[in-house]
C-alpha cells in the first residue's frame, strides 16, 4: 500500500528549545533529533510539554531560543507559514472544518496554497480520502461522521499538502477504544513508508512496535531517550520507571 | 487497505432516526404561527363586533367642509388679551410680476420646500389620498403660483419644526404658526395669514370650565413647542403635560389620561366630535400673535416674495375662496390677513351664516355620549377604517418600511462586519475606534442618532442628498445597526473553537486567509440568529426616520397609520399598522428560532448540502 507517491524524506532537528508562556518555562533547553523516514515517539506524564515542543517545531509558537532545522537547514528565519506546508500536523480533536464538506477539508490547503484549480484540488482530495478509506464520505459534512472517520479524514486533509515530516498529536486520544486501531494502523503504514514523523501518544504499544525513536519528557526537558526497548525494558531514571509503571 | 468500516457506519445509522424527529419541528412552528396569527384576529373580530353597523362613516378632519362649517366669534371667549401695536406686518408689498424669482434664497430654485405637520386639520393635514393639504397649505400652493414656483411638502414634528426652517432643511414652515416675539429670534415670519383663537377643551360635565378653573392640579395637555405650550407655562404659570402632536394630546383627553387640552382653536374644532364627551368650553385670542408661514433667518428677498404673493391671491379673491371652504370663522375686530395695504378679504357674513347654519341644526336629540367600553371599541376597531388603511399601509407604508430596513440592515451588516474585524485586531489602532464607535452608538437612543443625523449631517450633506432626509435615515439606522451587530459578530467568531486557527495555520494558511476561509465564516453562522433578531429591531425602529420629516410617498408604516390616525381622529389605523408590524415580525421571529434550533441539532440527514452545523469538532 502506498500512502503517497513520491516524497523525498527529510531530517527533522531542535537544539536547545526554550519556550515560556509568562512565569511558566513549559519548554527548558529540549533537543530532538529525527533522522530522515523515522519515527520518534514522544512521550511523558500530561503538562510535561510533548504538545507544547510539536506546536515549536512547526513555529505555530516561536521558540525563545534554540534553533530548528529541517533538512539539515535552519528554517527559523524562513516564512513559518511556508515552514508549515511542509510540515503536516494531526491535532487530538481532529480540528476538521465543519462548515466545508469531507472533500473540500483535504482540497482546501491544495487548492488556496497549492495554485490548484477546483477539480485539480478535488482530484487530489479524492486521491487522499481513497488512501484512507472514505471516498464514500466525500460530499458529506464532517459532523455526521465517527470520531475514527474524522481523525482519517483530518489525515488525508495533512497528507494531501504532500509534507515532508508529519506531526500526530496525541491523534487517538478522543477516540473511542473500537476506532484507535484503524488511526493507528494508518499511521504505522505512513512509517513503515518511510515518512519522517514525531508523534505524541500515550499508545505505549505504537511506540514500542512502530517507532524508531522514543523520547520521553517531563517538566518541559527530555529525561531519556533512545530505542524503543532501551526506553522500555532498560529505564535508567526513576521518573521514566514511574512513568511506566502507571501507563503499563 | 484492511481496516473495516463496520463500526463506524453504525453511528450515522443512528443518526438517521434521531434526524427525522427533528424534520417534524418546522410544521410545528408552522401551525403555532397558524394559530397565533388566527387567535389575534379572532381577538380584534369579537371585540371589533358590538360597533361596525352602527358606525357613519367617521369624519374626516382633511377635506374643505364649506360655509356648513362657519363659526361666529366664540362666545365663550376670555376677556381678550389687547396686544399694543402691530409692530410686525409690513405696510406694503411689491406686485408679484417684480419679484425676481432666481433671487430668492430657496434650498433648490424654483422650488418652495415646505415642512407642514399632518395632524392639525383642517388648516394643516394629509388628506386620505395621501396627499398635504388643509387651508395653510392650499393657500401656500396659491401664493406659490403666483409666484411661478414649484411646492414641495414635507411632514415633521411640530417641535422641530421650527428648527429645521432655521437650519435649511425646509425653506418655509407651514404649520398654523403663531408668532411670538421668541420664535422670532429663530425665525423670521411673513405677514399674517390667519388668527388664531386658543381653545380650552375639557370633558363635560367636569370641574374646568374656564382658563380661571386650571390650577396646579389640573393635567393639561398641550403640544410641546406651541403658543398654547408657552401659554399655559408662561402666563398661566402652570406646568402641562407635553405631547408630540395633537392627536395624541386629544386622545389622552378623551381616554380620561388628562383633564383638560389647550389647544389651537380650529384645531379643537376639528378634533371634538358628537359622542367624545368632551367640549370646548371657552376660548381666548390676542390680537398680536396672527399666523404667519416661517422663513429662515436672512432671507429679506423670500419673505418680501412670500408677503406680495399673499397679497395677491387676497386681491383676486382665491384667499376668500379657500377660507371659506377650510376655515369660515368670523374675522376678529381689527385683524385682516395680508399686509397693511391689502384689501379686506371678500368674504361674505359669515356670522350670519353661522348663526342661520344654527338655526337649521335645531339640536334635536343631543348625541348620547357613548359608553366607556364602545368608546374605546369605536377608537380602536373601526371597520371602515380598517379598509380604508390597509391599502395605503401596503402600497405606501409596508415599502418605505421594508426599504429603509433592507437597506440599513445591509449597510449596517457591512459596516459591523468592517467593526468585529476590528475589534479583533492585533492592532490597537483598529481595536480602540471599533470600541469607541461600539460604545457610543449602543448607548444612545435610536431616536436621539437619527435626529442628530438627519438634522446635524443633512444640512452638510445637501448636495449628495437633495436635501432629503429618507437616505440619511436609512443612515442614521445603519450607522446604530452596526453597532450592535459589530458586537454580534465579535462574539460569534470568538466563539470560534481555538483549534480552528491552529488547524489553519498548521496546514500552512496565514492569519488572515485563516480568519477569512475559516474562521469567520463559522463565526457568522453561529451568529445568524441573532442577526435576525437584530433585523427585527431595525424594522421596528425604521418608525423612528419619520422624526425627520417625510414626503407623503417616503412614509413608512407607522408614519402612514399616525397620518390616518390623526385626520380621522381614530386609533385603529395605528392598531392596524400595528398589525402590518406583526405580520412581518411574527414570521421572522419565529423563523430565527427555527434557524437557532437547526443550528444546535443539525439539519435532515438525508439532505447533503448542510450550510449550518457547527456543532462538529467535540471539545476537549
Known amino acids: 500500500m502506498s500512502a503517497t507517491t513520491t516524497r523525498k524524506a527529510v531530517s527533522l532537528t531542535g537544539t536547545g528549545l526554550h519556550l515560556s508562556f509568562g512565569k511558566h518555562h ?19 506524564p500530561s503538562g510535561s510539554g510533548k504538545s507544547t515542543l510539536l506546536r515549536v517545531l512547526n513555529r505555530l509558537y516561536e521558540p525563545d531560543s534554540g534553533d530548528i532545522l529541517l533538512d539539515g537547514r535552519s528554517v527559523l528565519k524562513d516564512n513559518p507559514d511556508e515552514l508549515r506546508r511542509r510540515i503536516g500536523m ?10 466545508k464538506t469531507v472533500v473540500e477539508n483535504v482540497a482546501l490547503g491544495p487548492r488556496k496554497l497549492k495554485g490548484l484549480s477546483k477539480d485539480e484540488a478535488r482530484e487530489v482530495a479524492l486521491r487522499q480520502l481513497e488512501i484512507v478509506g472514505l471516498t464514500n464520505k466525500a460530499d458529506v459534512r464532517p459532523a455526521r461522521l465517527s470520531g475514527g472517520q474524522q481523525q482519517r479524514v483530518a489525515i488525508a486533509r495533512a497528507l494531501a499538502m504532500a509534507p515532508e515530516v508529519m506531526f500526530f498529536d496525541e491523534a487517538t486520544s478522543a477516540l473511542d477504544p473500537e476506532l484507535v486501531k484503524g488511526v493507528l494502523a494508518l499511521m504505522a503504514d505512513l512509517a513503515t513508508e518511510g515518512m519522517t514523523m ?8 505504537f511506540a514500542r512496535n512502530v517507532s524508531d525513536n522514543v523520547l520521553f519528557m517531563d517538566h518541559g526537558v527530555v529525561v531519556e531517550t533512545g530505542a524503543p526497548d532501551e526506553i522500555f525494558d532498560d529505564a535508567k531514571s526513576d521518573r521514566l520507571r514511574t512513568f511506566l509503571s502507571q501507563v503499563l | 487497505m484492511t481496516w473495516g468500516l463496520a463500526a463506524d457506519s453504525l453511528g450515522v445509522v443512528s443518526n438517521h432516526s434521531s434526524h ?3 424534520r417534524a ?20 373580530a369579537v371585540l371589533g363586533l358590538p360597533a361596525p353597523s352602527a358606525q357613519a362613516a367617521p369624519q374626516d378632519s382633511c377635506a374643505p367642509a364649506g360655509l356648513e362649517s362657519a363659526s361666529a366669534a366664540p362666545v365663550n371667549l376670555a376677556a381678550a388679551e389687547q396686544g399694543g401695536e402691530d409692530r410686525y406686518t409690513t405696510p406694503t408689498t411689491v406686485p408679484v410680476d417684480s419679484i425676481d424669482v432666481g433671487a430668492l434664497e430657496l434650498l433648490v430654485p424654483g422650488k418652495l420646500s415646505v415642512g407642514t405637520l399632518s395632524d392639525a386639520g383642517p388648516s394643516i393635514c394629509v388628506n386620505s389620498k395621501g396627499v398635504f393639504t388643509g387651508f395653510d397649505n392650499e393657500l401656500l400652493k396659491a401664493v406659490a403660483e403666483k409666484l411661478g414656483l414649484q411646492i414641495e411638502f414635507n411632514g415633521t414634528e411640530f417641535a422641530g419644526l421650527l428648527s429645521q426652517v432655521a437650519n435649511n432643511r425646509f425653506d418655509v414652515g407651514s404649520s398654523s404658526i403663531t408668532t411670538t416675539d421668541d420664535r422670532r429670534k429663530t425665525v423670521d415670519f411673513t405677514n399674517g395669514y390667519d388668527f388664531g383663537y386658543f381653545a380650552l377643551v375639557a370633558p363635560n360635565g367636569g370641574p374646568v370650565k374656564s382658563f380661571g378653573d386650571l390650577s396646579a392640579a ?6 410641546q413647542g406651541t403658543v398654547q405650550d408657552d401659554y399655559v407655562v408662561n402666563t398661566l404659570g402652570l406646568d402641562p403635560v407635553k405631547f408630540p402632536d395633537y392627536a395624541t394630546a386629544y386622545a389622552n383627553l378623551k381616554s380620561g389620561q388628562v383633564d383638560a387640552w389647550v389647544a389651537p382653536s380650529q384645531q379643537a374644532e376639528g378634533a371634538v366630535r358628537d359622542g367624545d364627551g368632551t367640549s370646548i368650553v371657552e376660548n381666548t385670542f390676542s390680537v398680536n400673535n396672527f399666523i404667519a408661514w416661517a422663513v429662515g433667518k436672512n432671507k429679506p428677498n423670500l419673505v418680501a416674495a412670500l408677503n406680495s404673493g399673499l397679497d395677491a391671491v387676497i386681491a383676486d379673491g382665491t384667499y376668500a375662496k379657500l377660507y371659506e371652504d377650510w376655515v369660515p370663522r368670523e374675522l376678529p375686530e381689527g385683524w385682516k390677513p395680508g399686509s397693511k395695504a391689502a384689501p379686506e378679504p371678500d368674504l361674505q357674513d359669515i356670522a350670519a351664516v353661522a348663526a342661520a347654519n344654527a338655526e337649521k341644526n335645531v339640536p334635536g336629540e343631543a348625541t348620547k355620549p357613548k359608553s366607556t367600553l364602545q368608546q374605546l371599541g369605536d377608537t380602536f376597531f373601526n371597520w371602515e377604517l380598517y379598509e380604508k388603511s390597509f391599502p395605503e399601509l401596503i402600497k405606501v407604508g409596508l415599502v418605505n418600511t421594508l426599504i429603509l430596513s433592507v437597506v440599513s440592515g445591509v449597510l449596517g451588516t457591512i459596516l459591523g462586519m468592517i467593526l468585529a474585524i476590528c475589534g479583533i485586531s492585533r492592532s490597537r489602532w483598529l481595536r480602540w475606534p ?18 442628530i443625523v438627519g438634522l446635524g449631517i443633512g444640512p452638510v450633506v445637501k448636495g449628495i442628498t437633495g436635501n432629503n432626509p429618507y437616505w440619511l435615515g436609512a443612515v442614521a439606522l445603519a450607522l446604530l445597526a452596526a453597532a450592535y451587530i459589530g458586537e454580534i459578530f465579535r462574539s460569534g467568531i470568538q466563539s470560534v473553537d481555538e483549534g480552528q486557527l491552529e488547524a489553519s495555520r498548521a496546514i500552512g494558511f496565514s492569519y488572515r486567509q485563516s480568519m477569512r476561509l475559516v474562521v469567520v465564516p463559522q463565526g457568522v453562522r453561529r451568529v445568524l440568529p441573532a442577526l435576525m ?16 420629516g417625510l414626503l407623503a410617498s417616503q412614509r413608512e408604516l407607522f408614519a402612514v397609520g399616525r397620518d390616518l390616525n390623526a385626520q380621522t381622529g381614530n386609533l385603529s389605523p395605528l392598531v392596524a399598522a400595528g398589525i402590518m408590524y406583526l405580520i412581518l415580525t411574527i414570521p421572522l421571529t419565529h423563523l430565527v428560532n427555527h434557524i437557532d434550533r437547526r443550528l444546535r441539532t443539525g439539519r435532515p440527514a438525508d439532505v447533503q448540502d448542510d450550510p449550518l452545523p457547527v456543532t462538529a469538532v467535540e471539545k476537549g
Open chain 2, 533 to 548: 433578531n437584530q433585523f427585527i429591531s431595525l424594522i421596528k425602529d425604521s418608525s423612528l426616520v419619520y422624526f425627520l
Open chain 2, 434 to 451: 471599533a470600541r469607541v464607535y461600539t460604545d457610543i452608538f449602543r448607548g444612545l437612543p435610536a431616536v436621539v442618532v437619527i435626529l
Open chain 1, 198 to 205: 514525531v508523534v505524541v501518544t500515550h499508545e505505549m504499544g
Open chain 2, 218 to 223: 389640573t393635567r393639561i395637555a398641550v403640544v
Open chain 2, 25 to 44: 419541528v418546522p410544521r410545528a412552528v408552522r401551525l403555532f404561527a397558524l394559530a397565533l396569527t388566527a387567535a389575534l384576529v379572532g381577538v380584534l
Open chain 1, 26 to 44: 513549559v519548554l527548558q533547553g529540549v533537543d530532538i533529533q529525527v533522522d530522515a523516514g523515522t519515527t520518534t515517539t514522544v512521550i511523558g
Open chain 1, 90 to 99: 494531526v491535532f487530538q480533536h481532529f480540528n476538521l472544518f465543519p462548515h
Open chain 2, 20 to 22: 427525522r424527529a427533528h
